[in-house]
């Protein structure tokens, strides 16, 4: 693994982590800390600004960290329990333009902030605290598919090949200076969360590369390449397939963003049904009717390909 390749020549930086609770941020989380980067916080966004909710607070475990498990299973699978278990700070912010959010983090003595799946933009105020300021962990080869939710446009545009970026930030989103970058391939069929983790790994991998090299002087930050993309959060409308995709195609969209919990409209000339899940596909089949029905199952002609779901 990574931790045990770079273990001995990471920098002594103070890095303070940001993220969120879900598998991404928490892959992230434990294997910079398997590696012996030393964290000196953790960064969660909070429930919301509301008038009695503080602009930061520490959050503790309310019993021993190595029984929560046992109370809690969500808590054991969180960003929390690993910071907790490992003695490290958290912190949630409810709002970080206040004075209060600014003096807390000073005093964390960051000399380095990494970020992995924050999904609140960071004051220019904040950006400047650690010494060598802050980087991003980005799930797609940038200038492409910035944005919150790369994964979801990639397998909407039936891309395979995907990658990670390590980038230092700036006051927009996923704009800034590339450090390292890396490609890779998904398999087909590959659900969210299984994605999330391969991202997770790649990407931990890379952070550990670039603040080896950085250290070492060996990276030097370069412009993102002109043009790239940028895609918000999916509507209603981004879960339509046209018959005209390839059946692979098809497949890996539903099977990647089934989590979403959204029904997928399927279209063409002599189809038009709602599928909840995909089953299997044939990159080459061929049927008489554009729809064979078996039960609530159906097999659908693509482009080229069968597609077998359920309704």
Known sequence: STSTTIVGTLPHWRVLFWGTYGLFSQVVLTELYLAGVQLCGVIVPGDGETAVSPPIQSLKPKSNPSTLPLLNPFVNKSILQVAWTKDIPVFAVNDLTADETQKTIRSLQPELACVACFNKRIPPALLTIPTRGFWNLHPSLLPDYRGPTPLFWMLRAG?????????QMDENFDTGDILLQTAF????GI?????????AKQGSGLLLAALQGVAEDKIVPKPQPTGGSYFSWPQTDDFQIPTTWSARHAF???RGTAEWKQPFHIYGPDSDITARFAIEFDPEAKIKR???WNGRDVTIQFNPGTLHVTT
């Open 159 to 167: 891309i395979q090949n995907v990658g990670v970026t390590i980038h």
């Open 185 to 188: 391939k998904l398999n087909d």
């Open 191 to 199: 659900r969210g969360p299984e994605a999330d983790e391969v991202f």
């Open 252 to 254: 890996n969209f539903m």
């Open 290 to 292: 554009a729809l064979k």
